[in-house]
């Protein structure tokens, strides 16, 4: 145990030296939020159900950070390891396999939940931004599409053979599910053939879910959201694990 949490600590340290990952996990959300703050403000709005702007925004842009780092991060962090012999060196260590896999995803989800934080304070300080959830609901909502992200990080990283080809595959995958999913612009406004599409995509289910969770809505209200998000963590986690290469 204390070898994982040192490993675990090392990721993150490893992570935080990074300054393109550490933008994008820890300072884009908070910054795009007082960008489109300041364009938009956050008074009520007939077109978004009586909520502002940021209102509905914060818990969107949850989904924005979860998929900066299940898309991007992880599979190239894992991809520029495995290229750079780390993975190969580390099962020479006394630390079975799994303890590495296990630091890993707690490093990324730390640093995801880091991201989060700094948004919803920036939420709050500058917009006074509303919540009417439950803590614990949105925590588990965060939880559940963070590791559905992850797992699909995890097979890109199976799948690509260099840490350039990953970062190709994840941008490519993750841009479009930005600003289609509603985590970049809210499906409230955009045209129906875009809502139509958005369906398909596993961030829109992220974004609905937690936006349902931070306005009060109960679980069964998203059994879809869940169970989508769901079936993209097993299978996803299955596939990564027979795919996943050390060396």
Known sequence: MRGLRKLTWVQMKLYLREPIATFFTILYAPLMLLLFGAIYGNDPSSELGGLGFIDITVPAYIGLII??????????????????????RFRATPLRPIAYIIASVAGYFVMA??????????????????FEGNILSILTGFTLGTLSFFALGYLIAG???????????????????????????????????????????????????????WFGDSWGTHLTEVAVLAAVLVVGTAVAARLFRWE
């Open 67 to 88: 998929v900066s780092v299940g898309l991007m991060s992880v599979p190239i962090g894992l991809a520029a390891n495995r290229e750079a012999g780390v993975l190969r």
């Open 113 to 130: 939940l880091a991201g989060v934080l700094l948004l919803i304070l920036t939420g709050k300080i500058a917009y006074n931004v509303r």
């Open 159 to 213: 799948l690509a053979p260099t840490a350039r080809i990953a970062q190709t595959v994840g941008m490519v995958l993750a841009f479009p599910m930005m600003f289609l999913s509603g985590a970049t612009i809210p499906l409230e406004v955009l045209p129906q053939s875009v809502r139509n599409v958005s369906r398909f995509i596993p961030l829109t289910h992220v974004v609905s879910l937690l936006q349902g969770l």
